[in-house]
């Protein structure tokens, strides 16, 4: 009964909402979130493209025999295309969460409103909305017009990111692109704002989980290489414990190889003596 309840004034709430204008249910990103987003994912581009160690050779011949120098990939301008072609393309990545505030409510992972109702769908609970089932997991109007805006901006501010590129990159391209070109004189408020989280958040949970499972791999990377040092360790002083042995033996018998091999040549002589 309780978790009908609750159903029931979600709807209500919801269509409340919506009956007071598609203005206020639907809060579309402004110039600050897009820049944010797009500084965001195209740092998260660049430090993946970076870890390679790929060269580009460019020795075509076409002029000369020595040719241009092979080009590190992370320094070429083919890298830059790449990340710029689409950057965008992960803003689709990203899911609304209603409620959450400012530019918070733009994150990757399930929101809670939608982690929680499907968790009751799941229960068998029937759920009534004016949205479709099949439309709860589609890309929101919102998230949509972030990603339209984003290609815009890239196309817009092309040469001041490349600038950014192909310079020292020490300056933080958040504060570069958004703070110093795109928003410089405006509102860079949203800038600032950073989702702590709470307990029973759905992309808090998803992003603590890879998190995790990313130091699992590197404990078990860590926990192999240690086998791996202790047999080649146990190889070694089984090898050095044969060795000894042969030695001690030999010194049981009381004699060494050398002493061996003159009583050999004695009894030799002794017995062609007695022929």
Known sequence: MNVFMCVVLFLVSATAA??????????????????????????????????????IETNYHFLDDKGAPPIKYVKSDIRFIEVMENVCSRIMQYNLHKERVGSNRFAKGMSETFSTLHNLVNKGVKVV???????????????????????????????????????????????????????KGQDTDCLKEKWSGKKGDAAAIAEDKKKKKGKKKKGKDSEDEQKKEKKVKKKKKSKLTD?????????????????????????????????
Request: hydrophobic content about 25%; aromatic content about 8%; some cysteine.
């Open 18 to 55: 919506s009956k007071s204008g598609d203005d206020e249910w639907v809060h579309l990103p402004n110039k600050c979130e897009v820049c944010k987003f797009l500084s965001i994912e195209m740092k998260s581009a660049f430090e993946e493209t970076g870890k390679t160690k790929e060269v």
């Open 129 to 183: 909305m004016d949205i479709p089932y099949e439309l709860w997991n589609e890309t929101s109007a919102e998230v949509a017009d972030l990603k339209k805006q984003c290609d815009v901006m890239v196309e817009q501010y092309e040469e001041v990111i490349e600038d950014w590129y192909k310079g020292s990159q020490e300056e933080d391209l958040t504060t570069y692109l958004c703070e110093k070109h795109v928003l």
């Open 243 to 275: 060795t000894e042995t042969s030695k001690r033996k030999t010194e049981e018998a009381g004699y060494t190889s050398d002493e061996e091999e003159i009583q050999k040549k004695v009894t030799l002589n002794q017995d062609k003596t007695e022929l």
